[in-house]
């Protein structure tokens, strides 16, 4: 039953989508397990952009099934609209895309909720994507969730309102914002006909089937290991678990059969929203960063903080998650740059260290190795063999630091931008 993993080893937005979409013909299925329309993939098909929010990335493969495992949370109106604008380019999208029964609703109170709480926080905001995914999340450990199987129920309606009295009572501890109840409810209850239309299943035995036959299964990850509810820098993560753990719960899959650990990385960092960042720059070199890489949320259209390649927090990224293999994405975005820094260790408590603290605010300083630039494209290369000696320098750093080798690398935005060591 050999299921591997992609998922990111930052604060997401690390490129996982691309590689899911360069290695999904190597399986039959992809899934998604964990994770709302908070999450973002984008995939650059024949020049053409792409952003998935609940939908796997191996959608527009020909032939490959595509599951919405039980560990995600799912908003009726978002996946309408995603399906429709997929099936221009996957026709047959309908077909190959599958819903676990365990699957929890994103209502539309949780969004209200999402709104109201960040809201009242003010300075103190969490950086929420205000699409009800903590809300939802919260109904599902409290044990008050609506699923997806549920809505083959007789009383589904009465179950419905019953949850949105519960959330308009809960609403009332914040103070008001603007939020149009009445259209955004109807347009949720319409999106429900065409998530009927869609075929669900129970994916543990549907996964146990396909594996027992030896079939390939990938598992997409959203967010990234810093945003995981209980690894990440708490309390600003994500509502789930976001590392190779979080595989078995939100699918079903038994922790044996979990066969590589891909892990994803930007040759760079970013960060949406609030929350420790040690390698962050707020200066001239991060905007430059952010212009080169083009960082804004796919999701929220908002800036990303952006700053160099934290080695202490890929390692400890890697140790939690088991990785096995390692993909640097966007070494191309550093083209330009004369001169790349790598942070190597942390000032806390007065101490150097190499390990991520309890806290990541406690850190008062970062120690970094400067490398020089490459500055060249790298369109040209086909091997890692091939890349500028300066490139090659800074794998090798990470490499010594993480102790795995790089066995990918993309060298650009496109689906065949990416280099694979043999």
């Not at 929010?53 to 527009?60: E, R």
């Not at 995603?82 to 309908?94: G, H, M, R, T």
Request: hydrophobic share 35%.
């Amino acid at each position: 039953m050999p299921v591997d993993v992609i998922l990111g080893l930052q604060w997401g937005d690390e490129g996982k989508g691309k590689v899911v979409d360069f290695l999904a013909n190597q399986y039959s299925v992809v899934c998604r397990f964990q994770g709302g329309p908070n999450a973002g993939h984008t995939l650059y098909i024949d020049g053409v952009k792409h952003v998935l929010h609940t939908i796997p990335s191996g959608i527009f493969r020909p032939g490959i099934f595509n599951v919405i495992g039980n560990g995600v949370v799912l908003d009726p109106v978002t996946l309408k609209k995603e399906i429709q604008s997929v099936l221009p380019k996957a026709p047959d999208a309908l077909d190959r895309l599958l819903l676990s029964r365990k699957a929890h609703l994103i209502l539309p109170a949780h969004r209200w909720i999402d709104l109201a709480s960040e809201n009242a926080k003010g300075k103190d905001k969490i950086g929420s994507t205000l699409r009800g995914i903590g809300p939802c999340y919260m109904d599902k450990t409290g044990r008050n969730g609506l699923r997806v199987g549920d809505l083959d129920h007789a009383d589904f309606d009465q179950r419905y309102k019953k949850l949105k009295t519960k959330h308009l009572q809960f609403i009332r501890q914040f103070p008001d914002v603007e939020f149009n109840m009445e259209a955004e409810e109807a347009a949720w209850m319409e999106s429900l006909d065409s998530l009927r239309k869609l075929r669900q299943i129970d994916a543990e035995y549907w996964l146990a089937e396909r594996t027992a036959l030896s079939e390939n299964i990938l598992a997409e990850g959203a967010q990234g290991t810093m945003l995981d509810v209980d690894f990440g820098t708490y309390p600003f993560v994500t509502s789930s678990n976001t590392i190779t753990a979080g595989v078995c719960t939100g699918l079903g899959v038994p922790p044996n059969q979990i066969r590589k650990v891909i892990g994803i990385a930007k040759a760079y960092c970013t960060r949406v929203g609030s929350g420790p960042f040690p390698s962050e720059l707020k200066d001239e070199t991060g905007d430059r960063l952010r212009q080169a890489g083009s960082e804004f949320g796919s999701t929220t259209g908002r800036p990303r903080r952006c700053g160099w390649l934290d080695l202490v927090q890929l390692r400890y990224a890697c140790i939690v998650n088991g990785v096995t293999d390692l993909c640097i994405t966007k070494a191309d975005v550093l083209n330009d740059f004369e001169l790349i820094s790598l942070v190597d260790a942390y000032q806390t408590g007065g101490e150097w260290t190499t390990e991520v603290p309890y806290s990541m605010e406690t850190i008062s300083e970062v120690r970094t190795v400067n490398l020089k630039g490459w500055m060249s494209p790298l369109e040209s290369a086909t091997r890692m063999e091939e890349l500028p000696a300066e490139l090659r320098l800074m794998l090798g750093n990470i490499e010594d630091s993480v102790k795995l080798p790089v066995s990918m690398l993309s060298t650009g935005p496109g689906r065949e931008e990416l280099l694979v060591r043999n």
